[in-house]
């Protein structure tokens, strides 16, 4: 069946990076879009980025150049990192299956970071 | 960007109707799709989808939930509510990149 499970730390130093794995297992990466969606407590999803299937990718600008999505195909893997990270990048991050006339089908149970001074 | 605009809260008696709204800053319709999407999540639980393309239920969701709309102005109805409907609900576009989520409207039971 369909899973992906993100990995990554609790915890996060200001101004360091942060990288989290997706591992995505029931279908394959050069066939479905893998998207990374956060969550701040107590607030709403935002979309951060895509890896799409033929292997590009695409940032949401609010983003700037912090971020970058990557992928191994071969273990089935999709990895954001983001860089200079504040406290309010505290955040639950998820990845989910896109499509792009069905939406995020599937996601995973996410991460939850905090940035720590 | 386009921004989807969604009322915070809805506080609705078990058994009756809830009808949420989202509202889009432009069309999110390329063609017959109209690329909006409906979730529900939990506290502590990853969203799940619950229609698609506006009016599309997704596998495993009760016939309670229905979706409508076309252009700018979408409308997620539960009918009737249930104490497991209990949620926030959010819409999102695919209309275009970045694909924006709306603010949720939280559902209360009266």
Same mark, same amino acid.
């Given at each position: 069946?369909?899973?992906?499970?993100?990995?990554?730390?609790?915890?996060?130093?200001?101004?360091?990076?942060?990288?989290?794995?997706?591992?995505?297992?029931?279908?394959?990466?050069?066939?479905?879009?893998?998207?990374?969606?956060?969550?701040?407590?107590?607030?709403?999803?935002?979309?951060?980025?895509?890896?799409?299937?033929?292997?590009?990718?695409?940032?949401?600008?609010?983003?700037?150049?912090?971020?970058?999505?990557?992928?191994?195909?071969?273990?089935?893997?999709?990895?954001?990192?983001?860089?200079?990270?504040?406290?309010?990048?505290?955040?639950?991050?998820?990845?989910?299956?896109?499509?792009?006339?069905?939406?995020?089908?599937?996601?995973?149970?996410?991460?939850?970071?905090?940035?720590?001074? | 960007?386009?921004?989807?605009?969604?009322?915070?809260?809805?506080?609705?008696?078990?058994?009756?109707?809830?009808? &949420?709204?989202? %509202?889009? @800053?432009? #069309?999110? +319709?390329?063609?017959?799709?109209? *690329?909006?999407?409906?979730?529900? /999540?939990?506290?502590?639980?990853?969203?799940?989808?619950?229609?698609?393309?506006?009016?599309?239920?997704?596998?495993? &969701?009760?016939? %309670?939930? @229905?979706? #409508?709309? +076309?252009?700018?102005?979408?409308? *997620?109805?539960?009918?009737?509510? /249930?104490?497991?409907?209990?949620?926030?609900?959010?819409?999102?576009?695919?209309?275009?990149?970045?694909?924006?989520?709306?603010?949720?409207?939280?559902?209360?039971?009266?």
């Amino acid at each position: 069946q369909v899973q992906l499970k993100e990995t990554g730390p609790d915890l996060v130093q200001l101004t360091q990076t942060l990288s989290i794995t997706c591992t995505v297992s029931g279908f394959s990466l050069t066939t479905y879009n893998v998207h990374w969606v956060r969550q701040p407590p107590g607030k709403g999803l935002e979309w951060m980025g895509a890896m799409w299937n033929g292997g590009g990718t695409d940032y949401n600008s609010a983003f700037k150049s912090r971020l970058s999505i990557s992928r191994d195909t071969s273990k089935s893997q999709v990895f954001l990192k983001m860089n200079s990270l504040q406290t309010d990048d505290t955040a639950k991050y998820f990845c989910a299956r896109h499509r792009l006339t069905y939406g995020f089908d599937y996601w995973g149970q996410g991460v939850m970071v905090t940035v720590s001074s | 960007d386009i921004v989807l605009t969604q009322s915070p809260a809805l506080a609705v008696s078990l058994g009756q109707r809830a009808t &949420i709204s989202c %509202r889009a @800053s432009q #069309s999110v +319709s390329i063609s017959r799709y109209n *690329l909006m999407h409906w979730y529900q /999540q939990k506290p502590g639980q990853q969203p799940k989808l619950l229609i698609y393309r506006a009016s599309n239920l997704a596998s495993g &969701i009760p016939a %309670r939930f @229905s979706g #409508s709309g +076309s252009g700018t102005d979408f409308t *997620l109805t539960i009918n009737p509510v /249930q104490a497991d409907d209990i949620a926030t609900y959010y819409c999102q576009q695919s209309r275009e990149s970045p694909f924006t989520f709306g603010s949720g409207t939280k559902l209360e039971i009266k």
